[in-house]
């Protein structure tokens, strides 16, 4: 009797056993497959987030636009990166991080066939003058119609009916005196200026009297016109129209975001007008 107990007793824990071992046969690849699955879903995540820090990348700098694009450095913070460019080189190193995924890359101008030039029509407009500040050989300097003067960042424009007279507004001396025809002036700023120009007008005609500003893309200076008097329009970012094709310059920007193993890439190209 005692000997029938102990064999059922042994068979019951066998079964356990035996329960046990294909227990774990059927839960180890379910386990498995589960936390793969978990693994994937977590990649495809972290991948999605990674393309739409790239992409919001890209978009932000093709936001920025022709004229400033030439001095994508100055935008890092605007941007939230860091963008350095390479010496004597029309490339710019970006890098930089957001929400916890890095950000490498750059923008460089093309090697392909460009810069290339399209047609573009403007209205040719009469000038009665055209004040330019330039720099050369690390001076500023100014021109009025191509005859150079003493240079000021202030002067003032006096038109009546005849004439018009442009001082020097620091201490009143003439700088020029022109006749006045069609009611139109020109200001440009040079390469590498980066003077802030003011230019006081007072219109004593019963017509208006136009000024049309243009900047040269490596300009940092700005141009502020302050109507003292009559009637004076203000035409900022204009083309001169004696050039009736524009150069295009191709950039490719490319940018790649990373965390962890998990990286997203993406290239894209802008087109500036220089």
């Known amino acids: 009797m005692k000997s029938l107990i102990k064999t059922k007793k042994a068979f019951t824990l066998i079964e356990v056993l035996l329960s046990l071992a294909i227990l774990m046969i059927v839960i180890v690849p379910i386990f498995t497959m589960v936390m793969n699955t978990v693994t994937i879903n977590k990649g495809g995540e972290n991948k999605q987030k990674a393309t739409l820090v790239a992409q919001e990348t890209v978009e932000k700098i093709k936001s920025i636009s022709d004229k400033d694009f030439i001095h994508l450095d100055n935008y890092g913070d605007v941007l939230g990166l860091n963008i350095v460019q390479e010496k004597d080189l029309?490339?710019?190193n970006i890098s930089g991080q957001k929400n916890g995924y890095s950000i490498e890359g750059y923008v460089e101008k093309s090697q392909g066939d460009m810069p290339y030039k399209y047609e573009q029509h403007k209205n040719v407009i009469n000038f009665d003058f055209k004040i330019d500040y330039e720099i050369e050989d690390n001076v500023n300097k100014l021109f009025i119609s191509e005859q150079y003067v003493t240079y000021t960042p202030h002067i003032i424009i006096l038109l009546d009916k005849n004439n018009i007279i442009i001082k020097d507004g620091k201490n009143g001396d003439i700088l020029k005196s022109i006749s006045n025809n069609n009611g139109n002036v020109l200001v440009h700023l040079g390469e590498n200026t980066s003077d802030n120009i003011n230019i006081d007008v007072e219109n004593k005609n019963s017509n208006d009297f136009n000024i049309y500003i243009s900047k040269d893309l490596k300009s940092l200076g700005n141009c502020n016109i302050?109507?003292?008097?009559?009637?004076?329009?203000?035409?900022?970012?204009?083309e001169n129209a004696s050039d009736n094709k524009v150069s295009k310059t191709l950039y490719k920007i490319y940018i790649k975001v990373s965390k962890g193993k998990d990286v997203f890439e993406i290239s894209t190209y802008r087109s500036v007008e220089m």
């Open 90 to 92: 029309d490339r710019f």
């Open 226 to 238: 302050n109507n003292n008097y009559g009637n004076v329009k203000v035409y900022n970012n204009f």
